[in-house]
């Protein structure tokens, strides 16, 4: 009997202390997400190399982020800034991002547009292109070209 009194005790005891509250945490994450998406102008391919545009539209560049510390956007050419008619000829250009300062491509990254601050972006950019051209007559025949590639990476 000593021991059922015991245990009706300890059994009291412990739902006197019993808390009257109780917490739960709940959570989610939520990746992070870049994209780029570059679509072309028309005449993006077709350029009139003897004319001296200085603010001809040749693509439009969608980026998407939700990166809590905002994002950049590099650009960088395969010709480092030059539309190339292999090794026989050359012509030098500048592009200009988002409305920003024109600037010479070059064959590494550079940075020509940053979004500070953590939101969610889907945002349109215009990619400008101006040169200056040349007579036919004083360029060698042939397709001149360059490759840009675009790169959306978080701050």
């Known amino acids: ?57 040749v693509a439009s560049v969608n980026e998407k982020s939700n990166s ?19 090794t026989l000829d050359s012509l030098a250009y500048e592009i200009s991002y988002d409305g920003g300062s024109f600037v010479s491509p070059t064959a590494v990254d550079q940075v020509v547009k940053t979004q500070s601050g953590g939101a969610i972006y889907d945002n349109d950019s215009d990619v400008d292109i101006k040169y200056t051209g040349k007579p036919a007559a004083s360029m060698v025949e042939g397709v001149y070209e360059d490759t840009l590639t675009f790169t959306i990476s978080a701050n």
Do not use: C, R, W
């Open 1 to 57: 009997m000593k021991k059922i009194t015991t245990l009706a005790l300890v059994l009291l005891a412990s739902q006197t202390f019993a808390d009257t509250t109780g917490t739960l945490l709940l959570q989610g994450e939520v990746a992070e997400e870049l994209a780029i998406v570059v679509t072309p102008e028309a005449g993006h391919d077709s350029l009139d190399l003897s004319a001296s545009p200085t603010d001809l539209k």
């Open 68 to 86: 809590n510390t905002g994002y950049n956007i590099q650009v960088k050419s395969a010709n480092a800034g030059e539309l190339k008619n292999g």
